[in-house]
């Protein structure tokens, strides 16, 4: 079955610290896996993708096909990452839909 | 301007009342989607499409329906709202695999209040 796990509901962090969102999955094949983020009062959006292997404002994500992780990463927390972010994964098949986690809030704490 | 639009962005109703929430792209998406979500919450599919004429109900039971009549048009209807009902509706769209676009864009959303 396909499912992407995001076990933390919520990140506190300082500013200035290391970030990770962990993101695990479980899919028979080889998916492409995302990050949305949703900032307040704003439009769910697009972070990240794991087949573009560039960084969005400083955050980064490896896909690892052995831990079946999609892990995002920055390496200094700024305040205005402060946000819902959204881990994805969707199938190679042209039916397959997009299947999101949970969700983790993080919170950048000055 | 290519976009995806959600009308209305709030709506407070009645229980018993009928009522519909529009969604439209302009981007030529073949894949349409609703989401249900409550403020900063995980997000629920209750309903996608692949196409005109074809509409598929999601993960989570919703007594709402679809339609899908034009390729840029995708309407979900409540026939009689109930309190349960309240929520905010995230409509979205993404290419079809091979375009190279395959990411999703999403509405503003509307937020429903069933009183």
């Known amino acids: 079955a396909q499912r992407v796990t995001q076990p933390e509901k919520l990140l506190s962090v300082f500013k200035g610290a290391p970030v990770e969102l962990k993101c695990n999955y479980s899919?028979?094949?080889?998916?492409?896996l995302f990050w949305y983020v949703q900032y307040s009062r704003q439009r769910l959006q697009l972070l990240l993708r794991?087949?573009s292997r560039e960084s969005i404002k400083g955050f980064t994500a490896d896909l690892n096909k052995g831990e079946t992780s999609f892990h995002l990463k920055k390496p200094f927390a700024q305040e205005e990452d402060s946000a819902m972010y959204y881990c994805?994964?969707?199938?190679?098949?042209?039916?397959?839909?997009?299947?999101f986690g949970k969700g983790t809030r993080l919170h950048i704490l000055p | 301007e290519a976009d995806i639009y959600q009308t209305p962005r709030y709506l407070v109703i009645g229980t018993g009342k009928k009522i519909t929430l529009e969604c439209s792209q302009t981007?030529?998406?073949?894949?349409m989607y609703w989401y249900q979500q409550d403020p900063g919450m995980e997000l629920h599919l209750i309903h996608y499409?692949?196409?005109?004429?074809?509409?598929e109900k999601g993960d989570l039971s919703s007594e709402s329906t679809v339609s899908r009549i034009r390729t840029e048009h995708f309407p979900l209807t409540l026939e009689s709202a109930r309190p349960s009902h309240t929520s905010q509706y995230l409509c979205?769209?993404?290419?079809?695999?091979?375009?190279?676009?395959?990411?999703?864009?999403f509405g503003s959303g509307t937020q429903l209040s069933v009183l």
């Open positions: 899919y028979s094949g080889s998916p492409e």
């Open positions: 981007m030529g998406h073949d894949k």
């Open positions: 994805a994964l969707m199938g190679k098949d042209r039916d397959d839909k997009i299947i």
């Open positions: 499409s692949y196409g005109v004429n074809s509409t």
């Open positions: 979205a769209s993404s290419a079809m695999m091979g375009r190279g676009d395959e990411k999703l864009f």
């Open positions: 794991h087949i």
